[in-house]
């Protein structure tokens, strides 16, 4: 049974920074994208960043020149720094995995339960 299990987040002032990890079981996905999302209170889920098999990454505007995605494929864990964090960074941020392809508008496979970032002014 494939898990994704976050950690990492928390409460933390504006400009300070986060790591956030992602481990995963049940299967290896060094040959699948993976990615981070996030919602924020009262809204819908969003896009922050995803790292292809090769390497290949990708970020949401908001967050681009802050936030680093990073994978461990031996690990299986995939990783979030985020720095000069700022309040509208608050949200849940979930990791997922994506079977195949490596596509922000496709469908992600698998899903971890979230980790709460709240970041205060």
């Known amino acids: 049974q494939v898990q994704l299990v976050e950690s990492g987040g928390g409460l933390v002032q504006a400009g300070g920074s986060l790591r956030l990890s992602c481990a995963a079981s049940?299967?290896?996905?060094?040959?699948?994208?993976m990615g981070w999302f996030r919602q924020p209170p009262g809204k819908e889920r969003e896009f922050v960043a995803a790292i292809g098999w090769f390497g290949t990454t990708e970020y949401a505007d908001s967050v681009k020149g802050r936030f680093t995605i990073s994978r461990d494929k031996p690990k299986n864990t995939l990783y979030l720094q985020m720095n000069s964090l700022k309040p509208e960074d608050t949200a849940v941020y979930y990791c997922?995995?994506?079977?195949?392809?490596?596509?922000?508008?496709?469908?992600?496979?698998?899903w971890g339960q979230g980790t709460q970032v709240t970041v205060s002014s």
């Open positions: 997922a995995v994506q079977i195949g392809v490596f596509d922000r508008t496709s469908p992600y496979d698998y």
């Open positions: 049940g299967r290896a996905f060094s040959r699948d994208a």
